[in-house]
């Protein structure tokens, strides 16, 4: 029999065969909800403070590592104190601790009227215990001058200012090489070396192998000197080690081979061509058919493609003295209508292109004049 009483409920239970009945224990729901209501409510509150706590923890965390990069960012007498702080920083995050109390900085900020002026006074002997807050951005020292110094010696470097993002390396030969030539559109370079060959490579065509498509010797067992491409990038101008220059196409199929003159011949001016070996040349900037030697001959030559047996006008260098010299290399101005050419005897001596007269020499270096009218 069950029933109420009060508030509370009396269960009887039955003990078995004998058919008794026992009074059952009291039990009291309010109470038993009430401690159950309190218990929730406890570990609710545990886990909200919890919470907080670490949001807290975090919170101060970001903020000291955001003023450990501005501090140290800024140079100064007081960027000791800021490591010190970020090295304190760091061993409070490992220990869990949370701060309580203001900061290291925030109390020696809030000193005294006299702490402050024995801290004046004390400024010019101990700058390296200043305390503040960051230097500004556009603050510049002797440290700033030094960086900005080395930034712009970095900056001014020409090796910096090539636009190399891919590096490759082409094996000519195993002998050395001795003279290069690029196409005026980039697309092709041309080789040339001690052991006689000449290498044709196209970039666009090249595959992994990085090998030449085009190998050939043009000019038998001479050495290549000097290898130019036309201001049209259509022919080649070969220069070697014997006394005729050649002039081949881009895929290295020969187009003119110049004229060797007579050796037994005195006056160099009536020969039609050079008689001892080359050493340099170059093709006209502005006439696209024209080329200029020079030769061991002491004579500098220039040639027209279209002839090939007769050179179109010829310059013979000078010492002070009116003797004969070797011109080791030549090359024309930038308008094509000078010619100059560097000396054996360390002069170098300049021509007008159409105009056959000596030079005028001044302290072992030479420079011709002309009226443009």
């Known amino acids: 029999e069950i029933g109420p009483q009060?508030?509370?409920?009396?269960?009887?239970?039955?003990?078995?065969?004998?058919?008794?009945?026992?009074k059952a224990r009291t039990f009291d729901?309010?109470?038993?909800?009430?401690q159950t209501r309190r218990t929730?409510?406890?570990?609710?509150?545990?886990?909200?403070?919890?919470?907080?706590?670490?949001?807290?923890?975090?919170t101060e965390k970001e903020f000291r590592i955001q003023y450990a990069a501005s501090a140290s960012?800024?140079?100064?007498?007081?960027s000791t104190l800021t490591e010190r702080e970020a090295v304190c920083s760091e061993s409070e995050d490992n220990s869990n601790e949370v701060l309580s109390g203001p900061s290291m900085q925030s109390q020696s900020s809030a000193k005294g009227p006299a702490e402050d002026t024995d801290d004046d006074d004390d400024d010019d002997d101990d700058d390296d215990e200043f305390i503040g807050p960051p230097l500004p951005p556009g603050f510049k020292d002797s440290d700033d001058d030094n960086d900005n110094d080395d930034t712009e010696e970095e900056d001014n470097n020409p090796v910096k200012k090539i636009p190399d993002s891919h590096e490759i390396t082409l094996q000519h030969g195993t002998k050395t090489v001795s003279a290069l030539g690029l196409d005026p559109s980039g697309a092709r370079l041309i080789t040339g070396g001690y052991d006689y060959d000449v290498k044709f490579w196209d970039f666009a065509g090249m595959?992994?192998?990085?090998?030449?498509?085009?190998?050939?010797?043009?000019?038998?067992?001479?050495?290549?000197k000097s290898l130019q491409y036309s201001s049209t990038g259509d022919v080649i101008l070969v220069v070697s080690g014997n006394s005729q220059a050649?002039?081949?196409?881009r895929d290295g199929f020969p187009v003119m081979e110049c004229?060797?003159?007579?050796?037994?011949?005195?006056?160099?001016?009536?020969?039609?061509?050079?008689?001892?070996m080359l050493?340099?040349?170059?093709?006209?900037?502005?006439?696209?058919?024209?080329?200029l030697t020079c030769s061991n001959d002491g004579t500098v030559r220039t040639w027209d493609v279209n002839n090939e047996k007769k050179h179109k006008s010829v310059f013979k260098p000078r010492s002070a003295q009116g003797k004969r010299v070797i011109p080791t290399t030549c090359t024309y101005s930038r308008d094509g209508k000078l010619i100059a050419a560097g000396c054996q005897d360390g002069s170098i001596q300049i021509w007008d292109r159409n105009m056959n007269v000596s030079p005028v020499f001044d302290n072992n270096i030479c420079f011709y004049y002309f009226d443009a009218h």
């Open 73 to 78: 960012s800024a140079t100064g007498p007081g």
């Open 246 to 249: 050649k002039v081949l196409d």
């Open 259 to 276: 004229i060797k003159g007579d050796q037994y011949i005195v006056d160099m001016t009536n020969t039609k061509g050079h008689t001892a």
């Open 29 to 34: 729901l309010e109470a038993m909800f009430e």
């Open 6 to 22: 009060s508030e509370e409920y009396e269960f009887l239970v039955d003990t078995g065969a004998d058919r008794s009945w026992k």
């Open 40 to 58: 929730a409510v406890e570990r609710s509150r545990k886990v909200l403070e919890a919470r907080e706590r670490e949001r807290e923890e975090q």
């Open 207 to 224: 595959d992994a192998s990085l090998q030449a498509f085009r190998s050939l010797q043009p000019c038998e067992c001479h050495q290549i």
């Open 279 to 291: 050493n340099s040349g170059c093709w006209h900037p502005k006439i696209k058919e024209e080329f």
